[in-house]
Nanobody, 126 residues
């Protein structure tokens, strides 16, 4: 059973940076996709980035392109989300999620993902 644990959230000022980590434990699939989903109160979850364990291919939502970078550390079973130039609208609980197989055309839909972490709070405020 795959388990995901997020860490690295915190309180930062606008323009600041954070690096989130998603650590996987248990049986690791040979071919899977890991994505990051922010959820703010009253808002639907939509993926901001994902990465393929096999090809290393990445996807980004328009709202974070040029600001966020996703990467993988396969040996450590960890995926990172480097968040730069943070904006107040980035404030949310950030969840990592895993899906079997490669990157979908609708990778940003939460319903494509089977395994979810507990989330880590990101607050961007002056």
């Amino acid at each position: 059973q795959l388990q995901l644990v997020e860490s690295g959230g915190g309180l930062v000022q606008p323009g600041g940076s954070l690096r989130l980590s998603c650590a996987a434990s248990g049986f690791i699939l040979d071919y899977y996709t890991i994505a990051w989903f922010p959820q703010a109160p009253g808002k639907d979850r939509e993926g901001v980035s994902c990465i393929s364990s096999s090809s290393g291919s990445t996807k980004y939502a328009d709202s974070v392109k040029g600001r966020f970078t996703i990467s993988r550390d396969n040996a450590g079973n960890t995926v990172y989300l480097q968040m730069n130039s943070l904006k107040p609208e980035d404030t949310a609980v950030y969840y990592c999620a895993a899906a079997m197989g490669g990157v979908r055309n609708i990778w940003y839909f939460e319903y494509e993902y089977t395994y979810w972490g507990q989330g880590t709070q990101v607050t961007v405020s002056s």
